[in-house]
């Protein structure tokens, strides 16, 4: 099985730096995503990652080390909008390639 | 726009009753996906559709629950003999193929079982 842990609820002050951690722990490994979801809507896709290190995409980065079983979204520059939940999901090594979601964590992004 | 949609986008039935749920996946998408999300919570993977088979079944939760997708496109979600424990959104998921990385959800069906 697959355990999969994010904080529940974080805050931030407009224009600050964020990072959200995600651990996990799979029966083997084939890539790590971030979801972003605001309430009442579907989840979009951020990030993937699947090699060890960080990947950037505008205010975005996203960081993995799979020797620890860990990821980081790192939200630079935070803007009101941001507010939102966060969503870590991992494939393991099984042959059907679904992604399993950990519980989100809920961002608060406050003047 | 060429997303994922899913109809009804609000669902109220009493329990025991028989609820279909449907998704129209990205045109082209051969890979088709349903989660089901409780407050608070992540998806939880229910059934995954690879062309018109079901490739990955195991996330269903008993034998109330269904889906087909005839040809290959939309997709249904069948639920029989509902209860309050069904309550959720429940999201539909598009992707080109089985093994690439980005999965296009649409807005969800909102189920509530009285």
């Known amino acids: 099985g697959q355990n999969i842990d994010q904080p529940t609820e974080m805050t931030a002050t407009e224009g600050a730096i964020v990072q959200i951690n995600c651990t996990y722990q799979?029966?083997?490994?084939?890539?790590l995503f971030w979801y972003q979801q605001h309430a009442g809507e579907a989840p979009t896709f951020l990030s993937y990652?699947?090699?060890?290190g960080l990947e950037e995409k505008g205010r975005f980065s996203s960081f993995l080390s799979r020797s620890k079983g860990y990821s980081y979204l790192l939200l630079k520059e935070l803007q009101m909008k941001d507010s939102a939940s966060y969503l870590c999901a991992v494939r393991d090594g099984r042959g059907s390639y679904i992604p399993t979601f950990g519980r989100g964590t809920s961002l608060i992004v406050h003047p | 726009g060429a997303g994922v949609s899913q109809t009804p986008s609000n669902k109220v039935t009493e329990k025991g009753k028989y609820v279909e749920l449907r998704c129209d996946p990205i045109s082209g998408h051969t890979a088709l996906y349903w989660y089901r999300q409780s407050l608070g919570q992540g998806p939880e993977f229910l059934i995954y559709?690879?062309?018109?088979?079901?490739?990955?079944d195991s996330g269903l939760p008993n034998d109330r629950f269904f889906a087909v997708r005839p040809e290959g496109s939309v997709s249904t979600l069948k639920i029989q003999r509902t209860e309050r424990g069904d309550s959720a959104v429940y999201l539909c998921?598009?992707?080109?193929?089985?093994?690439?990385?980005?999965?296009?959800f649409g807005p969800g069906t909102r189920l509530t079982v009285l």
């Open positions: 998921a598009s992707s080109l193929d089985f093994s690439t990385d980005t999965q296009y």
């Open positions: 559709f690879q062309g018109t088979g079901a490739a990955d």
């Open positions: 799979t029966s083997g490994f084939n890539g």
């Open positions: 990652n699947v090699l060890d």
